[in-house]
């Protein structure tokens, strides 16, 4: 890895992937951007409209399509490929078809000599992750996802809508799986420095618990409700990835929820789930372990329960 040139390799030219893409492009997150997909051409004509947009940019990237080897010198290589789920399918059938994907992927990135960071957004996130991880044979400090990296910027956003304050005022985290069984321990949300939960006992009826609960099953439905309106989900996704990016590049040391697996913190080990964790340059510098209530506990616990579950039934020989 070169200090003074950032390289990002991206794997998967679909809708997330682009959405990156043209991110990094407009906030001049990398110098070198390499697009790598089954289909060429498509690689080819994304660098392309992507370049040509380079004289109305800040930005002076090098942006071209490019193949495995070209991940050898990579500080980044993020994966965007999986395959759609099939009518009928069961998830661990999609899973199973998306680890074979992910092989065809991740041996040869290995193979290039990379040593970087794995950024992984395909879904089901926390799982691939994983996979990813296991495939790679990395050190899991350098391999993360997205995590609920998104989920916890929609509840900020919503959080700052309800109370009235900038979002990046809200100190809210969304933890466990991206998917149905994340939560959100709202004894560690603040409004500043102030508990959420206290502004709302104070507030004199203004605010209150149930509406609290309403925004966490807002988050965790908005996904669904932007399929079910335009069919995928990807700007959010695509920010997300950048800001995950420039944390690493940036030696930045941010605080974010990515999906990082537990070595014992919150009493799980093996799964990779969405968890505050310090991000810097090698990766996941730290999980946070923040104080649970017990229920919240419990919460995380089922989540990871059902992370566990679903990577037991694959085969990864």
């Known amino acids: 890895m070169l200090a003074d040139n ?29 697009l790598i997909d089954l289909d060429k051409e498509r690689a080819m004509g994304e660098a392309m409209d992507l370049n040509h947009g380079l004289a109305f940019s800040s930005a002076r990237m090098k942006i071209y399509a490019g193949d495995y080897k070209d991940c050898a010198n990579a500080d980044i290589v993020a994966i965007c490929a999986g395959v759609a789920q ?16 992910f092989r065809s992927i991740v041996d040869p990135v290995a193979e290039s000599g990379f040593n970087g960071i794995f950024l992984v957004a395909t879904n089901p996130v926390d799982i691939m992750t994983r996979v990813t991880c296991a495939l790679s044979g990395f050190n899991p400090r350098r391999v993360l996802g997205t995590g609920t990296a998104l989920d916890t910027a929609r509840l900020r956003y919503l959080l700052g809508e309800y109370f009235g304050v900038d979002p990046r005022n809200m100190h809210a985290y969304v933890m466990g799986e991206h998917g149905d069984s994340e939560f959100v321990p709202w004894s560690q949300a603040m409004l500043g420095t102030k508990p959420v939960q206290e502004i709302c006992a104070q507030s004199g009826g203004r605010f209150c618990d149930k509406e609290l609960e309403k925004i966490s099953v807002e988050v965790r439905e908005a996904a669904q409700k932007i399929i079910k309106a335009k069919r995928a989900t990807y700007y959010g996704i695509g920010m997300a990835m950048v800001r995950i990016t420039k944390a690493v590049l940036g030696d930045e040391s941010s605080v974010l929820t990515v999906s990082a697996m537990l070595r014992g913190e919150y009493g799980q080990s093996g799964v990779f789930a969405g968890v505050p964790c310090i991000v810097g340059r090698n990766g996941v510098q730290k999980v946070l372990t923040m104080s649970l209530t017990e229920e919240e506990q419990q919460a995380f616990d089922r989540s990871c329960a059902t992370l566990q579950e679903s990577y037991a039934g694959l085969r990864l020989d």
């Open 86 to 101: 099939k009518p009928e399918e069961s998830r661990l059938d999609l899973l199973q078809r998306n680890t074979e994907v």
């Open 6 to 34: 950032r390289k990002v390799v991206l794997i998967g030219t679909g809708m997330v992937g682009m959405s990156y893409a043209y991110a990094l492009l407009n906030q001049n997150a990398c110098d070198e951007l390499v």
